[in-house]
């Protein structure tokens, strides 16, 4: 006899489970099984932590899924710094569910060509700031 909960095997002549107290059954249930793997894509490689840095951000804003694999990896050893990236671990990878890829790949297209689309321009010191 087994209990359904907690798995505990009984001798022949019990009829309950003395942690769980529910009743025992002759079979042992089948255990759940494991949920199937969420497929993932790769939607953008950078060996620069800045990038990777700005991307997350910008598919959390998006409200989109990410994770980052090797990025704490691009400084083992002071590695990273030099060289662009780590060249034993490859640079770092982010990926998202196989249903948000064409959303994210959008989403960080100038990111993808090493642009951020972000550009500055130069202070001069010497001007005033503009009236706003």
């Given at each position: 006899?087994?209990c359904p909960v907690c798995r505990a095997e009984y001798r022949e ?27 993932l894509t790769t939607v953008l490689e950078s060996p620069d932590e ?48 196989e249903d948000d890829a064409a959303a994210a790949a959008d989403l ?25």
């Amino acid at each position: 006899m087994f209990c359904p909960v907690c798995r505990a095997e009984y001798r022949e002549g019990f009829t309950r489970c003395a942690d769980c107290g529910v009743e025992l059954t002759p079979v042992l249930p089948a255990e759940h099984p494991l949920p199937d793997p969420i497929p993932l894509t790769t939607v953008l490689e950078s060996p620069d932590e800045a990038v990777i840095v700005i991307a997350k951000s910008l598919l959390d804003g998006a409200g989109i899924p990410c994770l980052v694999q090797n990025d704490l990896l691009q400084d083992l050893i002071g590695l990273g710094r030099f060289g662009g990236g780590n060249p034993i671990t490859g640079p770092a990878t982010i990926v998202v569910r196989e249903d948000d890829a064409a959303a994210a790949a959008d989403l960080l297209k100038d990111l993808r060509s090493g642009m951020t689309g972000i550009t500055f321009e130069p202070v001069d010191m010497d001007k005033s700031p503009p009236e706003g």
